[in-house]
């Protein structure tokens, strides 16, 4: 009989409690399902009855219970796509193959997800879309040589298209250009062709400059004759050193401009010179001179052949020997023989 009271007082207090315990597990339930979390490099798009209210991240955040939902999470790091354009034309009508690759990331999650269903076909469409532009509006020598400016001006055309998408295209780049094989040949021909007109350019340039240093100098050795004069005897004396030419060609204009007859004249007659002081050596022992004992007669030497008026005269060849500037006490100095 005493059990009864107690009995019905714990039952009273277990129907009191359940409610609360009840209670207290909807709120945990809400508390979680209420709760979001995402990562540094991520980003949640909210909506509130279906409409958009807003992006919410990184890290951790609550959302009404029922209320709101996150359909959408989006990646803001650089993504990489590669894409081809095949078999594609020209401005100059050549056929070639180009492999490229985009770097894309999101910087407005919003926008993403709510202006473009599938924002990475958006964007790989668009990109070849644009080479596609790009390498009809070029040739192939420009597609070959300039993709740096290529390059950013797919950049440029991308970033304009995408920008409403809430899509930055940071960069796209021409990997490889596939030109048919019936075209390397001539291509290889082209540049050939190129250097050699490049290396004859090289060599007219250098004839210029080369033709503008002698009219140089000509205009000096005009204004200065002496230093003409001066040239000329060193390019005579340049030869003579040689001692391997016994025959010098001089053009006939340079006899007159640079006095080279005068100093050819001077040469020959040091030379007739020192052969006559050797033939005027004094007998020798046991030998008669002319008239002498045991002598033979000198003959007399052969008349000398005619002058050529046109021809150029040895300077002193026709002075006597009291005025000839070579008859010296110590030989011919221009001869080897003192």
């Known amino acids: 009989m005493r059990d009864g009271p107690q009995a019905e007082g714990t039952r009273s207090r277990m129907n009191l409690n359940l409610p609360l315990i009840l209670l207290l597990v909807l709120v945990l339930v809400v508390f979680f399902s209420s709760l979001r979390m995402c990562n540094e490099w991520q980003r949640k798009v ?4 279906g409409r958009f209210a807003g992006v919410r991240g990184p890290g951790i955040f609550f959302l009404l219970p029922f209320v709101e939902t996150t359909p959408f999470t989006m990646d803001l790091r650089v993504n990489t796509n590669k ?5 594609t034309l020209t401005k ?6 180009v492999d490229s690759i985009v770097y894309w990331r999101i910087v407005d999650a919003g926008l993403a997800a709510i202006r ?3 924002y990475t076909q958006a964007v790989l469409g668009a990109a070849q879309g644009a080479l596609r532009d790009t390498i009809g509006r070029n040739d192939l020598a420009t597609l070959l040589s300039q993709r740096r400016e290529l390059d950013a001006q797919l950049t440029v055309i991308l970033d304009e298209q995408t920008e409403p998408w809430g899509i930055k295209v940071e960069s796209v780049q021409l990997q490889d250009i596939k030109v048919p094989d019936s075209l390397q040949d001539a291509l290889s021909r082209m540049a050939q062709a190129e250097r050699e007109r490049q290396a004859r350019v090289i060599l007219g340039e250098s004839e210029v400059s080369v033709a503008r240093m002698f009219a140089e100098a000509g205009e000096v050795y005009r204004l200065h004759p002496t230093a003409l004069h001066l040239r000329g005897m060193n390019m005579l004396y ?3 050193r040689s ?4 025959v010098i060609m001089v053009p006939s204009s340079a006899l007159d401009s640079m006095n080279l007859g005068m100093i050819g004249g001077l ?3 040091a030379r007739v010179t020192g052969d006559d002081t050797g033939s005027l050596e004094p007998p020798a022992d046991g030998q008669g001179g002319p008239g002498g004992a045991g002598g033979r007669p000198v003959p007399p030497p052969a008349p000398a052949p005619p002058a050529d008026p046109g021809a150029v005269q040895p300077f002193g060849s026709g002075l006597p020997a009291s005025m000839n500037p070579f008859n010296l006490p110590g ?3 221009f001869s080897g023989n003192p």
């Open 243 to 246: 001692g391997g030419a016994n």
């Open 46 to 49: 909210v909506l509130r009855l």
């Open 83 to 87: 894409f081809t354009a095949e078999q």
């Open 331 to 333: 030989g011919n100095p």
């Open 238 to 240: 340049e030869t003579m």
């Open 116 to 118: 473009v269903t599938n």
């Open 92 to 97: 100059d009508g050549a056929s070639v193959t």
């Open 267 to 269: 040469t020959s007659l």
